[in-house]
């Protein structure tokens, strides 16, 4: 199985009103595990940057005539390649993968604009598995947001001080892997498999309980914060007698 994690940067939030994609970044997976291929793309918009999206990915502001030279960690787009010239390479790299995006309907909405405003085909929105919508489904009521993920995974992200779309990608790469169960989970299913033909012989198998408990996935301010909570609602409260 062919995936793709995939992250852009961009001028703003709304293609209709003449924001662009400015950066891509992705990384292959075949069998959730990374085969060390990657796209990755800076994109002229043709228009300038405005200062908020600078502040978020240190993609400069002066991208089409810029009077100084970029300092360090900012890219300046003037001579970079406007989406018709990378769409090819970019749709040939994607193929009909499934695309793994943290908050996929921005990401998918700047790619559609793109790829419309070429007259090219449309990316199908069940083409994306959106990752932020998984992690709200599997922790109801907390942070959800990529950082947020990091610290709960125990992943470093100690590098992203901005948004890059490359450095991102590897990052959700590596929280996807999580959200689904922890790395290499079909060879964790083949394990199980073949443990429970050998052991039982087959339809006989029944679960047994865990050697060792799994460890809390709560960390020490949100215990506090929910003892906070339920200090709130009394002697009475549900929790109290759990």
Same mark, same amino acid.
């Given at each position: 199985?062919?995936?793709? @994690?995939? =992250? ?54 002066? /991208? /089409?005539?810029? %009077? ?5 960690? #900012? ?16 749709? =040939?790299?994607?193929?009909? &993968? ?5 908050? &996929?309907?921005? =990401?998918?909405?700047? /790619?559609? &604009? ?7 085909? /449309?990316?199908?929105?069940? *083409? ?19 950082? &947020? ?18 450095? =991102?990608? #590897?990052? +959700?790469?590596? @929280?996807?892997?999580?959200?689904? $169960? $922890?790395? *290499?989970?079909? +060879?964790?299913?083949?394990?199980? *498999? ?6 039982? $012989? ?8 865990? %050697? ?25 409260? +549900?929790?109290?007698?759990?």
């Amino acid at each position: 199985m062919r995936e793709i @994690v995939l =992250d852009t940067e961009t001028t703003g939030f709304e293609p209709s009103e003449g924001d662009r994609i400015v950066e891509i970044g992705a990384i292959e997976l075949h069998n959730h595990m990374p085969t060390g291929r990657t796209y990755h793309q800076y994109i002229n918009p043709m228009r300038s940057m405005p200062a908020g999206a600078f502040e978020i990915h240190g993609i400069g502001p002066d /991208l /089409l005539d810029s %009077p100084r030279p970029a300092e360090k960690g #900012e890219v300046i787009l003037k001579d970079k390649p406007v989406f018709a010239d990378i769409a090819q390479a970019f749709v =040939d790299f994607i193929g009909d &993968a499934k695309l793994v995006i943290h908050n &996929a309907a921005f =990401d998918m909405k700047f /790619l559609n &604009a793109e790829l419309g405003w070429l007259n090219r085909p /449309l990316l199908p929105m069940d *083409q994306a598995l959106d990752t932020l919508a998984i992690a709200r489904k599997k922790f109801p009521g907390s942070p959800a947001s990529l950082d &947020a993920l990091c610290r709960r995974f125990g992943i470093d992200n100690s590098n992203r001080t901005l948004h890059g779309a490359l450095l =991102d990608s #590897e990052i +959700l790469a590596e @929280v996807y892997l999580e959200l689904i $169960g $922890g790395r *290499q989970p079909d +060879l964790v299913l083949a394990g199980n *498999q073949t443990a429970k033909t050998s052991t039982t $012989g087959g339809s006989d198998w029944r679960p047994t309980p865990r %050697p060792n408990p799994l460890g809390s996935k709560i960390n020490a301010a949100e215990a506090e914060a929910h003892a906070a909570f339920v200090e709130k609602l009394g002697d009475n409260a +549900l929790w109290n007698k759990l």
